[in-house]
């Protein structure tokens, strides 16, 4: 049969025909892993190369405990110049386990929060930092706005002993405690002469009524945390207290040879103020009075 106008023979349709096949295989070749079985993904995320750092995880004894500033690189502290102790609370985001979360407490005037993260293993960075607005004594001020800043500079952190040191790259350090645990740092009790006491109390935010020569103010303290409360009608030299300020606080007694008939027999002086923080209108149970 003639081949009509625009049509092609069947000698000629084969070899393009053939052509297209060849190129669809070329194709499919390109997608097809060797062996065949299904395509793979084009692209794979890169496996992790040996020596790359790995994301810390949670810390819990970081958030187990309030950690109280004790020592640091900018100075004094606040309650050196009549302010709050600075003590940060840190609470883990989603539990104790994970590895970034909230840190809060106070400034030495102001409330604040952060946000932080444990970065790397012993790294942490703080960030986003906010405090309250209240005004305070300008040195106070000035402390808060050098402490912020140095909190935000933290690039590292070790706990050890009920002792959390933080640490900036240029080497400034912030060393906090737990509650009830003294920092290694701290100083040994002093060498006391054989005779002498040694003793450590709980003071209460308010002084009581009490009577010794004559009716007068005492402090009220007790040896134990939950101890009773009594009486203390003794002078404490070099101890300034302040009404609505708790003290723990270390003291040394000296006998004294010839006491005057009014007098104590010890005379005491103050060794260390080995805590203190403002107790607010709450007032301890008044001392029973010594008959």
């Known amino acids: 049969m003639p081949s009509q106008p625009g049509s092609l023979s069947l000698p000629q349709f084969l070899p393009r025909a053939l052509a297209g096949v060849s190129l669809l295989c070329l194709l499919g070749a390109c997608a097809a892993p060797a062996g065949g079985g299904a395509p793979q993904a084009a692209a794979q995320a890169p496996a992790s190369s040996p020596g790359a750092q790995q994301p810390a995880a949670g810390d819990p004894a970081l958030t187990a405990n309030d950690w109280q500033l004790v020592q640091w690189s900018g100075g004094s502290l606040p309650q050196d110049k009549g302010g709050e102790p600075v003590v940060l609370h840190f609470a883990a985001q989603g539990g104790s386990g994970n ?17 932080y993260a444990l970065t790397v293993p012993g790294g942490i960075a703080f960030d986003r930092a906010a405090s309250t607005r209240m005004a305070c004594l300008p040195p106070l001020m000035q402390f808060e706005s050098a402490y912020l800043a140095s909190l935000l500079a933290v690039r590292a952190y070790q706990l050890s002993a009920g002792v959390l040191t933080l640490r900036d790259a240029a080497g400034n350090v912030q060393q906090y405690r737990a509650p009830g645990e003294e920092p290694q740092s701290a100083p040994a009790r002093p060498a006391a ?99």
């Open 193 to 291: 002469a054989p005779d002498a006491q040694v003793a450590e109390l709980y003071v209460a935010p308010v002084r009581a009524r009490c009577t010794g020569v004559a009716p007068m103010q005492c402090l009220q303290v007790r040896r134990e945390p939950k101890g009773p409360w009594e009486l203390w009608y003794a002078p404490i030299d070099g101890f300034h207290f302040k009404t609505g300020t708790a003290y723990r606080i270390r003291i040394v007694g000296t006998p004294v040879a010839n006491p005057p008939a009014d007098g104590s027999s010890i005379s005491w002086k103050l060794d260390k103020i080995l805590e203190q923080h403002r107790a607010g209108p709450r007032r301890a149970r008044p001392a029973a009075e010594k008959k």
């Open 99 to 115: 590895a970034g979360g909230n840190v809060s407490g106070r400034a030495g005037c102001n409330r604040f929060n952060a946000a």
